[in-house]
């Protein structure tokens, strides 16, 4: 249905430098599939996804849509547009336009359907995003996630043949991410073709038939979910999808920065969405260091967090020994209790008591 | 709406109650018998006639300078200026009365006045002189004069020359005041010096024309050829005939110095003063008549400046460097002109071979300023609307035509329109100025009534109010044009 050759993109600055965001981009795209981008940031996924309905256009190689060439000179961009619909990381709405004529505003103008058949159908779309209490209030009035739904609604409306979708949650409060992520969760069940470009990881994996992985503007690896997720061939792969993020404390005395460990955590786990193990890290951090591991000094304390398994955990490193440091007594067992799991592991250069919250 | 018409009550309310505040009695009564008395005193007079030049030298005397006799009196009524200097003939009976003014003494000098005429315009002049002379002789200038200064009856009029000339006469008139030269009942201009040249113009086969600008406007009119005859009493001085010709003299004209006779000042009642200014010789229809040019010129330069500052617009968003420079180069030089400067040099510069009227070089260069806002507030319109709005459009399907026209214009057009509207009534406001090359507009208009009646509150009341409803208008269809 798309397909990609050899697609180049160089920006070229206003003050003389040039930026090559694509190097040489080749890809196959087949109705019905959902194809998930993801990669670093400034890799090129967005400007691949806007090169792909010529918001952005290449600068050299072809893009060939249902057999026909669309960078060829005098081809009608906006035909091919309207069966490539495209949400945006900011959503975009027109502002000007109630919901319902924003979903309406198209089709009524381009696919030439009757007023009353295109608010019907419009209907229909806030339905299935659950909005139709709001088909009359204006964008102004609707939360991120809100306006997010309008959009994926305006695009379905032009019954396209593929979704572009741009980083559809990025924009959002965290809390909103999930309303936006089921509305294509349930799109990609329908059998819709999707291009997404995502950071959220377990979507992606959950939802798509192909992930490509973009690295230095090309498509590095390009595989099945479990493929790029559980064997990726790359080592650039592995290292993106295992991400695992980190908060290391190294402590030699008695006199160590409690205050900083405290606030080191907060805000880990505020930038993580990881709040509800706030709480329950902060006691544990202070039981394990101020009674049992009063008197094992020093020790490196280190907080983890693997974004794609969702596992959140407190390391704390001994050297030079090799029995845990542990006591096993009753505050102990009542510590295990209160955490999905304690794994004492000897390790080369010491002993690593890992708490899994 | 009732919050705008609450608004123009106060307004209004606050002027009257700062004129009327002001209008006090003055300094205290003088005795001013000759020349010698007038040491230390504040003098107003006309801007740029013989007096200013003669006291201008003189350290112990303040010149309070004025662009028209009723300005001048004013100053004296208001206390301002203690003495005011004019020709003797130059305050009529009446209005002395009216202002509670008094001629204290006529000066010793004695002018020659004459009518002025353009450098090197020879042929003119001579036609003009033996007229005068002729008239001199034959007793009718005499009469003309005593027709006016005493009311006795008025000549009859010339027979034409043996040899006619074609064409207008235009004369510019730098004086409104009876008897010497006033805009009376029908727009028509009395007086002698205007009598004189009417007869002028029957005697040589013309038709005759009038217009009222400041003297310095004036003169410029004449040597740039967009008049013939400049008449206002004038003297003939050395140094004005370095740069006009004069004909032969007319009349001759003692200084009369006037100052405020206390405890006379007719307390006139609004009514009455209302009539004066509005009923008397028909002004209303100076008024109406300055309106309806004022709202000509404003609504004709809006339409053409929108035009051409959609232009701009296309300009400052071009793709080529050059027409967005060329784009901002017009705004700098429209922004760094006072709008009176583009209008003079339109008039007696750039358009003065054109003969285009000056309602037309008003439209043109009014529409050249205001292109230059309305092109940059169009701008800043569509610039501020976000570029995914255009982004959502194209992707829609829509083309780049479509996408502008149906979705970024209809919000652009929310933004922009109070500033547009701003704009124009700016521009309204600004086309007051027209008056320095004789239209007769609104502002003008009043000029006109004031300087007949000596008043000077109901004339700019009436205008102010004019200009305030006008203003108003044009917010509330504009307003309207966003609803619909």
């Not at chain 2, 000759?34 to 504040?42: C, K, N």
């Not at chain 2, 009493?233 to 370095?242: A, G, P, V």
């Amino acid at each position: 249905m798309i397909s990609i050759k050899h697609l180049s993109k160089t920006f070229h600055n206003p003050d003389g430098s040039t930026l090559t965001v694509l190097k040489d981009v080749n890809c196959d795209i087949e109705k019905g599939e959902v194809i998930s981008i993801i990669g670093p940031s400034g890799t090129g996924k967005s400007t691949l996804l806007r090169a792909i309905n010529m918001l952005e256009p290449p600068t050299s190689g072809e893009i060939w849509v249902d057999g026909e060439n669309i960078m060829a000179k005098g081809y009608h961009l906006d035909k091919m547009r309207r069966k490539m619909g495209m949400v945006f990381q900011s959503f975009n709405l027109f502002e000007h336009l109630s919901v319902l004529e924003n979903i309406t505003y198209a089709p009524v103008r381009l696919l030439k359907i009757s007023e009353s058949q295109a608010k019907e159908e419009a209907m229909e779309l806030l339905k299935k995003v659950g909005l139709s209490q709001k088909a009359d209030v204006f964008p102004d009035s609707l939360s991120g996630g809100q306006k997010q739904r309008v959009a994926i609604a305006r695009a379905l409306a032009m019954h396209p043949e593929v979704i572009l979708f741009d980083e559809p949650t990025s924009a959002l409060d965290p809390t909103m991410v999930g309303e936006v992520l089921s509305v294509m969760r349930q799109l990609a069940k329908e059998g819709l073709t999707m291009l997404i470009v995502t950071h959220e990881m377990r979507f992606a994996r959950d939802i798509s038939t192909r992930i490509f992985f973009m690295n230095e503007g090309i498509i590095y690896e390009d595989g099945t979910p479990e493929q790029i997720f559980e064997h990726p061939v790359h080592s650039a792969t592995k290292a993106f999808v295992n991400r695992i993020q980190k908060l290391v404390y190294q402590i030699d005395n008695e006199d160590f920065d409690y205050l900083q460990i405290h606030t080191g955590l907060n805000q880990f786990c505020l930038k993580y969405n990881l709040s509800d193990k706030a709480r329950t890290g902060y006691e544990i951090i202070q039981e394990m260091l101020f009674r049992h591991l009063k008197n094992v000094r020093p020790l490196t304390f280190r907080i983890t967090y693997a974004e794609l398994a969702g596992e959140t955990a407190l390391d704390f490193m001994v050297e030079g020994i090799t029995e845990s440091p542990l006591p096993h007594n009753e505050a102990t067992q009542q510590l295990r209790s209160r955490v999905k799991d304690i794994i004492e592991e000897p390790t080369s250069r010491g002993f690593r008591i890992k708490i899994l919250l | 709406m009732t919050k705008s018409i609450f608004r123009l009550f106060f307004c209004i309310a606050l002027l009257a109650a700062c004129l009327s505040s002001c209008s006090g009695d003055g300094k205290g009564q003088m005795e001013i018998k000759s020349e010698e008395d007038l040491s230390g005193l504040t003098i107003s007079t006309s801007a740029g006639n013989y007096y200013d030049s003669k006291y201008s030298q003189r350290e112990d005397i303040t010149l309070f300078r004025v662009n028209s006799e009723s300005d001048g009196a004013e100053a004296v009524r208001q206390g301002i200026a203690d003495v005011f200097v004019t020709d003797e003939v130059g305050l009529p009976a009446e209005i002395r009365k009216q202002l509670g003014i008094k001629l204290a003494f006529i000066g010793q000098e004695s002018f020659d006045v004459a009518f002025a005429l353009q450098k090197g315009n020879d042929a003119l002049r001579e036609d003009l002189d033996r007229f005068l002379t002729e008239i001199k002789a034959d007793g009718t200038l005499d009469a003309i004069i005593s027709h006016w200064l005493e009311g006795t009856p008025a000549p009859e009029y010339p027979a034409p020359a043996s040899a006619p000339k074609s064409g207008t006469l235009h004369c510019t008139t730098a004086m409104n005041m009876e008897p010497t030269c006033f805009l009376g009942e029908g727009d028509e201009w009395f007086g002698f010096d205007a009598d004189i040249l009417k007869r002028f113009a029957a005697w040589s086969g013309r038709d005759f024309e009038m217009h009222f600008q400041d003297l310095g406007s004036a003169i410029i009119a004449l040597n740039t050829g967009k008049c013939d005859i400049v008449n206002a009493c004038l003297y003939i001085t050395e140094e004005r005939q370095k740069s006009v010709d004069f004909s032969v003299p007319y009349y001759e004209c003692h200084p009369g110095y006037f100052v405020l006779d206390k405890g006379k000042s007719a307390r006139l009642s609004l009514g009455e003063r209302l009539k004066m200014n509005l009923i008397t010789e028909g002004r209303w229809k100076l008024i109406v008549n300055g309106l309806l040019e004022t709202i000509k010129i404003t609504l004709l330069a809006i339409i053409l400046g929108t035009i051409l500052g959609t232009g701009v617009c296309a300009m400052l968003r071009s793709r080529r460097k050059w027409m967005r420079s060329a784009a901002r180069l017009y705004g700098a030089f429209i922004q760094g002109i006072p709008t009176l400067v583009l209008l003079l040099i339109m008039f007696y510069v750039v358009l003065a071979k054109s003969g285009l009227s000056g309602t037309v070089v008003a439209i043109i260069s009014f529409a050249l300023c205001f292109a230059w806002s309305a092109g940059s507030i169009f701008d800043s319109a569509i610039s501020s609307v976000p570029k995914g709005q255009t982004e959502a459009g194209l992707s829609l399907g829509f083309t780049p035509l479509k996408t502008f026209t149906g979705i970024v214009f209809p919000q652009a057009l929310r933004k922009g329109l109070p500033l547009y509207a701003g704009e124009c009534v700016a521009l309204l406001k600004s086309t007051s100025i027209v008056g320095y090359i004789a239209i007769q507009d609104l502002t003008r208009a009043s000029d006109l009534i004031r300087s007949r009646t000596f008043d000077a509150l109901i004339p700019l009341l009436i205008v102010t109010v004019l200009y305030f409803v006008l203003a108003w208008l044009i917010r509330l269809v504009l307003n309207l044009f966003l609803k619909k």
